[in-house]
């Protein structure tokens, strides 16, 4: 296919998606026009997600590692903490990675717009800049990349500060008594490790059986038993049925079928915030788009096919906007594959393997086929698991209740997932992404040489499980 480069181009939206594709086009010689509200490019990702989250679970660990260290014979007094401090540290990183992508952008000679973009039709945009200033602008190709937003739920809906979405957890204006959590979804879980570490105790409200649904049990495991001594409450099978403003604080009330049982699981009890984090929404209501030919699905999610084109020929789109997971990672990879598609590379979004993170402490972290996956799919497969508790680095570092499994076709012994649950496992799972990508065999790993004593010999070491040969543990092959 022939290369077409001297395209005029517009990305809507500066998040992970957006400046991705925008800076390649840019790299491949196209003339290159990138429009979003905030002064630089970074989107939800690096303003309200995973960076400044990130910035502050670090925090979070080096806290909960303080108080283990006891065990080791090192002990230190309780953390002094400066929340002024903390928040302008947490907006220092945002600061200078968002800056840093407004370098590049100029570097790349990207026009970056400070503005809100709606559609005259497939390929002329109208923008209203920050500066109440507007322009309207035409373009080869747009590609949308507009991201997503919390989800709301109307019943847990109160016109106070105390109830807080993600971004407002992240501003972090106070270390709250108490704080509910509703949903057990990672960023719930994530969030909510931080404010506990900062002092607070926190319940957190799951309506399924589990936290992180959609993750495998024997992942969850080690994380739900450690977050049951860093949380006042789990409470699964339970929604929160109603909040109400105190003044004071606000009261929610629970309903579930084993609410009330136990004093553990109280019918109402009063908070002093609430976050809601039961999912995201995808930003596809934008202005004009009705004028174009693209599609939206029931679900909120703009249509695409493997190129990320809309029924709009012109139109692109990538990122939280089109669909699960919705994850920075993918975006960016849907970004990039969209820019080669108009630059008329044959390409195709169709990853193996996307890698999930939790960074909780531990962290869980898996790719490609999981086991709920495969026992839903009626599919065979062997696990191959190595308990973190036979691994040297593990012991050293005194968190031996990690583990990990390799998902491998029994007829092939191809790998075709890669679960991990302890800490660091958000670093690990990259090689199960290769392994999985590559198309690797168990005995391809298992005689890959891992340095020792690292974490990711449990990689190596859960294929030897395979065989029955692993070096750490006696479990024989069976059958
Ligand atoms: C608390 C939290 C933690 C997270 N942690 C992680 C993590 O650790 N790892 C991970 O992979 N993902 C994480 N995520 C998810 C991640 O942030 C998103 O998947 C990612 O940001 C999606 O990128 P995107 O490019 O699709 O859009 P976004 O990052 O949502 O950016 C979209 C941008 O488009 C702008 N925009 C919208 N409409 C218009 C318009 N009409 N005109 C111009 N601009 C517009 C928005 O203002 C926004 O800046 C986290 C999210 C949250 C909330």
Redesign the pocket.
């Known amino acids: 296919m022939s290369e077409t480069t001297n395209l005029n181009i517009a990305v809507?939206?500066?998040?992970?998606?957006?400046?991705?594709a925008a800076f390649l086009a840019a790299d491949l010689g196209m003339t290159v026009t990138l429009?979003?509200?905030?002064v630089n490019?970074?989107?939800?990702?690096?303003?309200?997600?995973?960076?400044?989250?990130?910035a502050l679970l670090h925090v979070a660990k080096l806290v909960e590692e303080s108080h283990q260290a006891k065990d080791w014979g090192i002990e230190f007094a309780a953390p002094k903490i400066n929340l002024a401090r903390l928040r302008s540290w947490k907006e220092g990183v945002v600061k200078k990675l968002t800056g840093g992508l407004g370098i590049l952008s100029k570097q790349r000679k990207v026009r970056y717009v400070q503005?809100?973009?709606?559609f005259e039709n497939s390929t002329t945009l109208r923008?209203t800049k920050t500066d109440g200033a507007e322009e309207v602008l035409s373009f080869d190709r747009i590609i949308i990349?507009?991201?997503?937003?919390?989800a709301i739920v109307p019943s847990l809906k109160l016109d106070t500060p105390r109830m807080m979405d993600?971004?407002g957890?992240?501003n972090l204006e106070d270390i709250p008594g108490s704080l509910l959590v509703v949903g057990g979804g990672?960023?719930g879980l994530?969030?909510g490790s931080v404010y506990a570490a900062l002092g607070t105790r926190v319940t957190v409200v799951e309506m399924l059986s589990g936290l992180l649904p959609g993750a495998d049990r024997d992942l969850v495991l080690p994380l739900h038993k450690r977050l049951e001594k860093m949380f006042e409450g789990i409470l699964l099978n339970t929604t929160v049925a109603a909040v109400q403003d105190e003044g004071t604080g606000i009261r929610a009330t629970f309903e579930g079928a084993d609410v009330g049982v136990s004093e553990a699981k109280p019918h109402e009890k009063v908070f002093d915030r609430v976050l809601v984090?039961v999912g995201?929404k995808p930003?596809s209501e934008?202005?004009g788009l009705e004028k174009t030919q693209v599609q939206v699905g029931q679900r909120g999610f703009i249509q695409v096919n493997k190129q990320l084109q809309t029924d709009d020929l012109a139109v692109y789109a990538?990122?939280?906007?089109?669909g699960e997971?919705?994850?920075?990672?993918?975006?960016?990879h849907?970004?990039r594959t969209a820019v080669e598609a108009i630059a008329g590379h044959k390409v195709a979004f169709e990853p193996n393997a996307i890698p999930a993170?939790v960074?909780t402490d531990p962290e869980v972290a898996w790719c490609g086929l999981t086991e709920t996956q495969a026992q839903n799919e009626n599919r065979e497969i062997k696990v191959a698991k190595f308990p973190w508790a036979a691994s040297g680095r593990a012991i050293t570092l005194d968190r031996p209740e990690g583990m990990t499994k390799l998902l491998i076709d029994p007829q092939t012994e191809r790998v075709l997932g890669v679960g991990i649950v302890g800490v660091g496992a958000g670093e690990l799972i990259a090689e199960g992404v290769l392994a999985v990508e590559m198309a690797a065999l168990a005995r391809d790993v298992a005689m890959t040489i891992h340095p020792h004593p690292t974490l990711s010999e449990t990689v190596m070491e859960s294929a030897e499980v395979f065989f029955g040969t692993s070096t750490d543990i006696y479990r024989p092959k069976r059958g």
Do not use: Q
């Not at 503005?115 to 709606?118: C, D, V």
């Not at 990538?318 to 089109?322: A, E």
């Open positions: 809507v939206g500066g998040g992970p998606g957006g400046y991705a429009i979003d509200p905030e490019p970074g989107g939800v990702c690096l303003y309200r997600g995973c960076i400044p989250s990130k503005g809100r973009a709606e923008v990349a507009t991201g997503s937003r919390p993600s971004t957890a992240l990672y960023i994530e969030l984090s995201r930003n934008i202005a990538i990122g939280d906007v089109v997971p919705m994850l920075a990672h993918k975006a960016m849907e970004g993170v960074f």
